[in-house]
Every structure is written in structure tokens, then in C-alpha cells.
């Protein structure tokens, strides 16, 4: 049996994110290739924004639509160039390197950003394509030309693929930056091995970052997927303007780009999935059809759980990882997923070998900052019913003592415990549990000083309800700042003191 204990004091020094001051929580939103692929035009898209702010479910009794829940945002992917009409060794760029539009698919792209905004909606764009990909591209006014034409349709946010030769990354934080505008939400989408796939403890030049490959809407592809995480959260990668993505959700998608390799999940596989996610603090982009009420009433327990959400939603110094596995292991697929790179056969993939994985595997998030609060996934990977068990003493960073359990997917008190939780989950399914533990040596902390969240200019205090900016050189020497934990970005430490 192996343990993973990362306990809170391993956060030695926090990646300086992206200071454009956007994504200081894990993103949410939609977009269209898991489950559309190149099949899309103004019309679909269009009708994707009408779904994300329909109110036709409820939660907790009220009429709540996708936006409401704080999926507010829409992205286009692949497929909106003329891959016909680009000059100099480019497909879809002009000689001035400007992008050229199919204006038979989308023939009005401000219209349709304006679409998004008129609902409340922020709209997506996607660069550096790889449906007809430009190899000739990579000089600057390539990048300026991309950016003006953001900056006229009114996109709010940029996914830059891996695929032509746009992939300065810090060109086109440079650029964007330069011109004036709003910021810009970007992505990353270097599947995990296109240099500059990786920030580092002083440099990203993006808001999220893929780790690995495209996932499939196949339970294998979803769990090697999220193991590609964890080279990045163990070093504290995964942090606020920062974030590690496993990629899109492929919850309510199946038969997408991926054919075969796409045939669906279960509705119990769906459901870790998505706590995945969650508890890893992935960006949460659905793909699936928001406008087909049998898709949408299958996963809308899922994708509306707000308890799910609120795990997803807090950061509290470490964006969450695996903890403790089982060393018996299980054969999830003939092919390991977590090997996938872009344009890789599946001949090359199988030459990998079949993937293994453990039987089960615990993750976890904090959500205080003294690890009072903890969220824990336990996932069944097996293909036969499990009794789990999980020893609270092995929950990195929660206080001795009893606890008291929480069922995220139930809505559900489990009521007290001492040393121990079991439970009983079903192949390929998850318990979710955010266990309370104030225990009897408990001490709450108190925040007598100010702890500076964020970066020079920026206007973000830690749980010190103050709107004042941070100051260029805040002190952390006095260590009872905000809660107890001094992690303003110069201070090198994000241990508890």
C-alpha cells in the first residue's frame, strides 16, 4: 500500500501566475471540441450560449441555469479558418499575418461575441490551430495580427493549441499586454510536452496549462488524464492565475472527435470524473450538447452539485492531489492513455503497453487554510464493488481528533468519527467526503495582520476584508499573519507557522 503524504508544510514557495489578474479561482465555462470536433459554425455556437443561461432545471428549488452555477463562459475551438486562403507557406493567415475567417461557417464572429455578452456571457477564441496548421507563422506580427483580430471580434479569452509555429507563449502574453486591451484569459494548450508546456516557481505567462494528451470519453482516458496532474501539483505548479488542466470534461459527451475512442461514460464514471477534477482544481469546461434535455437531465446532478462546486472553487494553499494508493493494481485498456500526444497513432499508443492503474486512489484538497476542512475522494478504479477504507491520520494536514464526515454527491451528514471512515463504492464510482475536524487540540487561528494575496498593484487581501493594494514589500516576519499562513508571493513559504 503506498502513501503519498504531502502535508502542508511541502509548499515551499508559490508559482508567480499570470498577473493579468485573471482565473484567481479555477475557470468554468464550455467548449466545443470534446463533443463537436470540426463540426461547428455560428449557429451551433450561438445556441450553446442560449443553453448556458436557460433556467429550464432546478437547484434547491430554484430556477438555476449553467451560468448561474458559474459556467459563464464560451469558447470556440478548431475549425472557424479558411484553410484555403493563406499565403507564404500559411493556410489561414494573410501576408500582413492576419487571420483569415470562413465566413460560410461564421459569418459574423463580432455578432456572435456580442451574442455572448448581450447574455451575460464571456466568449472564447481559439490560436495557433491545428485543422489545417500554419507552419510559417512564428514571426511577430503573425501574433499582433491574431490579437488585433481578438481584440475586434471582442473575445474575451484565448486557447493557443500546440499545432503551427505560434508557440511563444510569452510573445503572446507580451502582445497582449502591449496593446491596450482588457486582459485576456489564455490557455495553454501544450498537451503537457510542447515546450512551453510548464510554468515554474517565477514565470507564467498564461491562467491554465494542459498536462497531458486529449482525453476520451472512455474511463482509462479520464484517469490517466488526471495522473498527468500530478508532477505538477506535487512541486505546487497549480496555483491561483495558474492553473494545471487535465483538459475538458467529457461529461454527456460521447461518439465525439475521437470516434471509437469515445464510446461514453457511466453515469458513476461521470461522476468521478468530474470530482476529479474538482478536487485537483481543474478547470471545469463542459463539452457536451447543454441544449439535449436527456443529456442535460442525466449529468445535471453532477455538473450542479453546488457542494462539488464550492470544493472546486476554494483554494486554501494547495489546488489538491493524490495522497494514498492501493499497490494491487487493475488493467484499465489495452492502450495507456497517459503516453497520448497529439497526432500519435493508436499503433504508437498501443506500442506503450496496456495502462495499469491502482485499485483505488484517495485525493486530497484542503479547504482552510490550517486543514480543518478537507475534501477527500476516494475512487473505486477496480472493476468490482469495493470496501474502502480511509484512516484520517493518513489526510495530509488535518488536526488530530475526531472528525465529522460530509457525503458531497448524497448531500449528506455522515455524522462523527475517530480514527477511520469506510464505505462501499461501486466500479469505476468515488466516494466524496469534506470532512470537518476540530479537534481537541484545536486552536482556531487568528489574523491579527494583513497577508498579502497577489502581486504588486493588485488589490486582493486574504481573509482580511480589506480593499487596500498590497504593498511592494510586505513582512512576513511577524508569522500571524492572516490565519495563521503568511503566503504573500515574496515570501517564499506556504507552510503553516
Known amino acids: 500500500m503506498a502513501a503519498h503524504i504531502l502535508g502542508l508544510s511541502f509548499l515551499v514557495g508559490e508559482t508567480f501566475a499570470n498577473d493579468n489578474g485573471l482565473a484567481l479561482l479555477p475557470p468554468m465555462g464550455w467548449r466545443s471540441w470534446n463533443l463537436y470536433g470540426r463540426n461547428v459554425n455560428q449557429e451551433l455556437i450561438e445556441g450553446i450560449m442560449d443553453g448556458m443561461v436557460s433556467k429550464k432545471r432546478e437547484v ?22 479558411n484553410c484555403n486562403a493563406g499565403v507564404g507557406g500559411n493556410n489561414y493567415h494573410d501576408g500582413d499575418g492576419n487571420p483569415i475567417i470562413n465566413f460560410e461557417l461564421f459569418p459574423n464572429m463580432t455578432a456572435m461575441v456580442d451574442h455572448a455578452h448581450d447574455l451575460g456571457l464571456t466568449a472564447g477564441w481559439y490560436g495557433n490551430n491545428c485543422i489545417c496548421r500554419d507552419t510559417s507563422s512564428g514571426d511577430r506580427k503573425f501574433y499582433e495580427g491574431d490579437a488585433k483580430a481578438l ?39 501544450h498537451w503537457g510536452n510542447k ?13 491554465f496549462y494542459r498536462t497531458s494528451g486529449d482525453v476520451r470519453a472512455k474511463f482509462s482516458s479520464v484517469i490517466g488524464n488526471l495522473n498527468s496532474v500530478s508532477r505538477f501539483n506535487s512541486r505546487n505548479l497549480s496555483t491561483p492565475g495558474c492553473w494545471a488542466y487535465p483538459d475538458m470534461l467529457e461529461v454527456g459527451c460521447q461518439h465525439g472527435p475521437g470516434g471509437d ?19 485537483v482544481s481543474s478547470p471545469l469546461t463542459l463539452s457536451h450538447d447543454v441544449n439535449n434535455d436527456t443529456i442535460m437531465d442525466d449529468v445535471w446532478d453532477i455538473i450542479s452539485n453546488k457542494e462539488a462546486l464550492a470544493v472546486s472553487q476554494t483554494y486554501k494553499g494547495y489546488s489538491g492531489g493524490v495522497f494514498k494508493s492501493s499497490s494491487a493494481s487493475v488493467t484499465l485498456d489495452d492502450v495507456d492513455h497517459s503516453f497520448s500526444t497529439r497526432d500519435m497513432s493508436y499503433a504508437e499508443l498501443q506500442a506503450n503497453g496496456p495502462m495499469q492503474a491502482a485499485s483505488w486512489q484517495y485525493l486530497y484538497k484542503p479547504l482552510e487554510w490550517d486543514g480543518s476542512r478537507t475534501a477527500v475522494l476516494m475512487i473505486n478504479q477496480d472493476e468490482v464493488k469495493q470496501s474502502l477504507s480511509l484512516t484520517l491520520a493518513d489526510v495530509p494536514g488535518l488536526p488530530s481528533g475526531s472528525c465529522t464526515a460530509r457525503d458531497v454527491w448524497a448531500h449528506k451528514d ?22 470537518n475536524c ?3 487540540d484545536y486552536k482556531p487561528p487568528v489574523a491579527t495582520g494583513k497577508c498579502c494575496y497577489g502581486f504588486p498593484g493588485k488589490n486582493n ?34 507552510a503553516v507557522v
Not at 63 to 75: A, I, Q
Not at 161 to 188: H, I, R, Y
Not at 482 to 489: D, H, L
Request: net charge negative.
Open 60 to 81: 434547491d428549488g430554484e430556477p438555476t441555469s449553467l451560468c448561474d452555477l458559474g459556467y459563464c463562459d464560451v469558447g470556440l475551438d478548431d475549425n472557424w479558418q
Open 195 to 207: 515546450v512551453p508546456f510548464e510554468p515554474n516557481a517565477t514565470w507564467c505567462p498564461w491562467n
Open 414 to 435: 455522515l455524522g462523527g468519527f475517530d480514527e477511520s471512515i469506510q464505505v462501499t463504492v461501486d466500479s469505476h464510482d468515488s466516494a466524496f467526503l469534506v470532512l
Open 438 to 440: 476540530n479537534g481537541d
Open 461 to 494: 487581501w486574504e481573509g482580511c476584508g480589506s480593499a487596500t493594494a498590497c504593498p511592494a514589500n510586505p513582512s512576513c516576519e511577524t508569522k500571524d499573519l492572516c490565519e495563521g499562513i503568511c503566503r504573500g508571493a515574496w515570501c517564499n513559504t506556504g
Open 261 to 279: 475512442r469515445d464510446p461514453g461514460l457511466t453515469k458513476a464514471e461521470s461522476r468521478t470524473h468530474f470530482g476529479a477534477w474538482v478536487i
Open 151 to 189: 481584440r475586434k471580434f471582442g473575445f474575451d479569452g484565448y486557447k493557443l493549441d500546440g499545432c503551427g509555429s505560434q508557440t511563444d507563449m510569452q510573445l503572446w502574453d507580451d502582445v497582449f499586454k502591449a496593446d491596450g486591451g482588457p486582459a485576456v484569459m489564455v490557455e495553454n494548450c
